[in-house]
Nanobody
Framework: VQLQAFGGGLVQAGGSLRLSCAAS????????MGWYRQAPGKQREFVAT???????NYAASVRGRFTISRDNAENTVYLQMNSLKPEDTAVYYC?????????WGQGTLVTVSS
């Protein structure tokens, strides 16, 4: 399985960005997709996940500001990020779980200026 993430960039505090991640390869129907992030000098942390059926889960730090969604026909997951803060600056990684395996995308950099 290959994951290709897009949409990172530079944005001012209070602004919005939308990330997307497309999966390809040995795709299985039953899966979970999600986003993690890693800020400079910090460990990678959970951001949000969404099941094939649409059940979502968010980190407390992003709940109410970020929205995860997916297009199952396109094997793509999205992360709509609103009201961005400088502390949201990080490399954002897409992750996919299927059949007891998990896969990581290459990461996309989000920089929020104050």
């Amino acid at each position: 399985v290959q994951l290709q993430a897009f949409g990172g960039g530079l944005v001012q505090a209070g602004g919005s960005l939308r990330l997307s991640c497309a999966a390809s390869g040995s795709i299985l129907r039953i899966n979970v997709m999600g986003w993690y992030r890693q800020a400079p000098g910090k460990q990678r942390e959970f951001v949000a996940t969404i099941t094939f059926g649409g059940t979502t889960n968010y980190a407390a730090s992003v709940r109410g500001r970020f929205t995860i969604s997916r297009d199952n026909a396109e094997n793509t997951v999205y992360l709509q990020m609103n009201s961005l803060k400088p502390e949201d600056t990080a490399v954002y990684y897409c992750r996919r779980w299927q059949n007891q395996a998990h896969f990581w995308g290459q990461g996309t950099l989000v920089t929020v200026s104050s």
